[in-house]
């Protein structure tokens, strides 16, 4: 765990992959416990130290994650999340060519493009399935796509949500032929050899919802050696 910003109402911190945010049924150590130990051991707080959990990034990606240290940040910072007040920018690493026939080309560097598809979710098999047109049970998920860099056998591309679905970003990358490196879930051939997927919360910017302070974070990006083939 890296702190990347801390104040009185909010720690903003730079998760590594393979931690989880908070607890699951694997009854793991969380990122949550670290930050919270970081607190007590750095303030010399006595007692439970209050922490809330803003968001979630899931277990095999890696970057930027916010948490509330008071009450009054949970609260603001929850009703920011939920209008769309926090913007969020992801980077994922993905095959060069795309692996799917006929499927979307991403174009250019630094060409955009919105991808909108409807995605269902399988509970039991934890897996999100995209859908060209709308069906039962479907949600809307809308996101912008944009070349930064292209490498021998892989590109970087950056990702802007409209839609927090689930696995939203790592579905619809899959659906044109393109799955993030290391996420065998949605089709990529290989896993990494730490077990994170190549998807990076690398940015996030904010209104601070106490100070009314701008404040704008970026993480840097894990040490799996691929990534340093695009720094």
Known sequence: MEVLYEDNHVIIVNKAPGEIVQGDKTGDRTL????????KEKYNKPGEVFLGTVHRLDRPVSGVVVFARTSKALTRLNEMFRRGDVH???HAIVPLISERAGSVQIPTVGEPLTLTHFLTRDEKRNKAFAHNQEVH?????????KVLKNGER?????????????HQIRCQLSTIGFPIRGDLKYGAPRSNPDGSICLHARHIAFVHP??????????????????KNFE
């Not at 049970?137 to 796509?145: I, N």
């Open 210 to 227: 106490v100070s009314q302070q701008e404040i704008a974070v970026t993480a840097p990006y894990p040490t799996l050696s691929i990534w």
């Open 137 to 145: 049970g479907a949600k809307r998920a809308v996101l912008d796509l």
């Open 88 to 90: 969020k920018t992801y």
């Open 154 to 166: 892989t590109r970087l591309v950056e990702v802007r949500l409209h839609t927090g679905r689930h």
């Open 32 to 39: 949550a416990d670290d930050v919270k130990a970081y607190i």
